[in-house]
């Protein structure tokens, strides 16, 4: 970082006066002998001298660029008709960001939200009527999957305002670590948790909701449940 001024290696990417503030080392072991456990006793056993301006070095081993990079290709295939937004939400949605990129500590959360503008044909009467302008509200987990990491979800899915009317679908996207989440990751088991007796799910977002897989190509083969 102290010398990205100045490396030859970067000398095409328009660094210029520009003060840097972050970074990213990308850890990737293809040797076969990758270990979470392993590099994580590593990294937390690192001591790291103090300085007057702190820079923010992320790191990202095996398990990120796997999960990123199915992330990306997902996006890439299934929203490529319209215009996928990132929502970063505010109390009352005063504040709401959206923003078409995801900035690098986003990369790190555990949920992100989003939003899909998109067109849609539509017929009256048995005659095309052309085009209608379509909007989905959209949850990303990357969190383990169990029934109160489904409450919590829904739960936050509501308190950041990401449902409504304007909305023609609520798409959970959620990313399997192991191979027996893919059971428990269905539309109709997601509905029958967070339909609780106290707090009962109305028929108009039952109706919009739907739990979609993101690949995880460390185990078997998934379905990812087509587009959006």
């Keep these: 970082m102290d010398c990205a001024q100045s490396a030859s290696e970067l000398k095409d990417v328009g660094i210029g006066d520009a003060q840097l503030i972050s970074g990213l ?9 990758y270990n979470e456990s392993t590099i994580n006793s590593i990294l937390n ?3 790291v001298s103090t300085r007057r301006n702190p820079i923010n070095i992320f790191i990202a081993t095996n398990r990120e660029i796997i999960m990123w990079t199915s992330l990306f290709k997902m996006i890439h295939e299934v929203f490529n008709n319209g215009e996928l937004l990132f929502i970063y939400p505010s109390i009352n949605n005063l504040n709401k960001v959206e923003s078409k990129q995801l ?3 986003a990369l790190y959360s555990r949920y992100l939200f989003a939003q899909y503008n998109y067109q849609e044909d539509y017929n009256q009467d048995g005659i095309t009527g052309g085009k209608r302008e379509r909007k989905s509200s959209i949850m990303f987990s990357f969190d383990d999957v169990s029934a109160d990491s489904f409450r919590y979800i829904w739960s936050m899915f509501k308190a950041c305002q990401r449902q409504g ?26 509905l029958s948790i967070i339909d ?4 009962p799910l109305k028929s108009t977002d039952k109706d919009k909701i739907e739990l979609r897989l993101i690949d995880n190509r460390t185990l078997s083969p998934i379905d990812t449940l087509g587009g959006a």
């Design 25 to 33: 080392l990308i850890i990737n072991a293809n040797d076969g002998e």
């Design 45 to 47: 056993g690192l001591s």
């Design 103 to 105: 900035p690098i500590n």
């Design 165 to 190: 009317q304007d909305y023609q679908k609520y798409i959970f996207y959620f990313y399997p670590k192991e191979n027996t989440d893919m059971s428990i990751m269905t539309t109709k088991n997601f």
């Design 196 to 199: 609780q007796e106290d707090q």
